[in-house]
């Protein structure tokens, strides 16, 4: 037993301790966090956009809603993150973290326009009714009456969106971003060992997702705290 115990010692000492390689997931956190935060807010306003698109009765905005749904649903997130990267952006001089978190915002606005447009449904028609019968037009209608509600329905359903983003952009290291996925994988060649860089990466995705967890949903505590049961 002992000697288990210092072969897990030591092999913790070489993937983490030795030459400060923690600092690698450190940085990688940091970088996990900013593209996640950047990608999140993106996905909510396209997410809106293409929700208001597809809901509306005009056929050129429904068409084009539909086509970006489909076009973004119906492909791989990493091939897009590539073919962002290295084609759109690839004459533009903007950080790399940038570009990627573009790319997956762009992703998901396509779940988080599903998840709005079906929010927008839930709410009963005569709650419209009501706003145009008190003077209000469409748009305030829209935006003072059943958006508030349908967030409150929506809001746990982007809460899952936005922790499966996170989980989502361990792939940003196929265009040279050292986020957390990137920095176990290079501990595990510097050091030649898997399990303790990978054990080590799951711990940091769980902690970092299990604190989101919680603090959302505190949030969303708050936002029922009006309802009347």
Known sequence: ???????VVETFVSCFIKDDRYMLLVRGIGVTIKVSLLAAVLGIIIGFIIAIFNLSDKKPLNIIGKIYTDII?????VT??????????????????IIA?????????????E???????????GQTEAGRSLGLNAKQTMMEIVVPQAVKNIFPALCNEFITLIKE?????????????KASDFIKSAT???FMPLMGTAVIYFV??????????????????????
Do not use: C
Not at 2 to 7: I, R, Y
Not at 83 to 89: E, H, L, M
Not at 169 to 181: E, S, W
């Open 192 to 194: 030649y060992k898997a």
């Open 115 to 125: 998840i709005i447009r079906a929010g927008i449904l839930s709410i009963d028609r």
């Open 80 to 97: 897009q993150l590539m073919i962002i990267y290295f084609v759109v952006f690839a004459t533009v001089n903007w950080e790399k973290w």
């Open 101 to 113: 978190a573009i790319a997956f915002g762009i992703n998901s606005g396509a779940y988080v326009s």
């Open 73 to 77: 649903r119906g492909t791989p997130s």
């Open 169 to 181: 952009t361990a792939i940003v290291g196929y265009v040279g971003l050292m986020d957390i996925q």
């Open 1 to 7: 037993m002992a000697e288990w115990w210092a072969g």
């Open 208 to 229: 970092l997702i299990k604190i989101l967890t919680v603090a959302l949903a505190k949030y969303e505590d708050h936002l029922r705290k009006s309802e009347i049961r």
